[in-house]
């Protein structure tokens, strides 16, 4: 990222999510800024995921305001919130695609919403889209059942390009994929976050993918953000959970693998 004034394009302030009495997040806050890929992590079950909802509209919480692109989520129009739904596209841990569609279909799907679109460029928007996410050329006339899992995910990406969003969310987007699989992946986000200028938020275990395609990270932990800060930053932070996590014999390997960004 360059030293311009950041511009917050996701506001998370005061939040707090609930399932019956088990309180996930309470007074959460998040800013994210254009451009950046941002890395949430943190232990199983701190609410990455419920996170990711939240912020995705897809989870109404309990308290808080969430603003997006200058949008309030929660008290948004139904216009303004289909408005603002073009403006993201959000990738599933198994890509969610609908399998009785092929893969050029189930990337068409969100382009349906937009009403005059000719079916010819729709046509050829989803086959660009199906090429940025680095499937084959024939990948589309194929159905989920007959992709592998990398390829279902590749998928799940194309469909949330599918209206050029400015922000992308991905939820655990190398979880279940081979080593060589994963590292492709995360060069592809990379990439991708550079020549759109996409924003990401980026819901992660994987150690790698925080090296590879993060400018900043975020902790959840204590039912909050705990800290947020570059990786070099992170191995400064004194709480034992982000200590173990980022001093461990993998984030050490993790961090050998990959030559550390300047400044992350
Ligand atoms: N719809 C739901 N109903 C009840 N509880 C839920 C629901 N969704 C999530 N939870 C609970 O909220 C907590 C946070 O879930 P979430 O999936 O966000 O965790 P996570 O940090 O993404 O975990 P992991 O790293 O294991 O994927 C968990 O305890 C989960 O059981």
Excluded at 40 to 53: D, E, N, W
Excluded at 66 to 88: C, F, H, K, M, P
Excluded at 110 to 133: C, E, F, H, N, T
Aim: glycine fraction near 10%; charged fraction near 25%.
């Amino acid at each position: 990222m360059t030293d311009t004034p950041k511009e917050t394009v996701i506001r998370v302030r005061g939040v707090r999510n609930q399932f019956g009495s088990h309180v996930v997040h309470d007074d959460l806050d998040l800013d994210v800024y254009r451009g950046e890929v941002l890395g949430v992590v943190g232990g199983s079950g701190t609410g990455k995921s419920v996170l990711l909802r939240t912020i995705a509209g897809l989870q109404i919480p309990k308290a808080g305001e969430i603003d997006v692109l200058g949008t309030n989520v929660r008290t948004a129009s139904e216009d303004d919130r289909q408005a603002l739904e073009r403006r993201w596209g959000v990738m599933f841990q198994d890509g969610a695609l609908f399998s009785s569609l092929n893969v050029r279909e189930n990337v068409e799907v969100p382009m349906r919403a937009v009403k005059g679109l000719d079916p010819d460029l729709r046509r050829q928007m989803a086959d660009l889209k199906i090429a940025l996410s680095g499937l084959p050329f024939n990948a589309g006339d194929k159905f989920p059942s007959e992709l592998s899992g990398g390829m279902r995910k590749r998928a799940g990406l194309a469909r949330a390009l599918a209206l050029d969003p400015e922000i992308l969310f991905l939820d655990e987007p190398t979880a279940g994929l081979d080593p060589i699989g994963a590292s492709e992946f995360d060069i592809l986000i990379r990439q991708l976050s550079q020549t759109m200028g996409l924003t990401v938020f980026l819901v992660t275990h994987d150690l790698d993918t925080l090296h590879a395609t993060c400018d900043r990270i975020a902790v959840l932990a204590e039912k909050k953000v705990l800290v947020t800060g570059t990786m070099r930053e992170m191995l400064d932070v004194e709480h034992p959970w982000v200590h173990e996590y980022f001093h461990g014999p993998r984030a050490r390997a993790a961090s050998d693998a990959i030559p550390a960004k300047k400044d992350r």
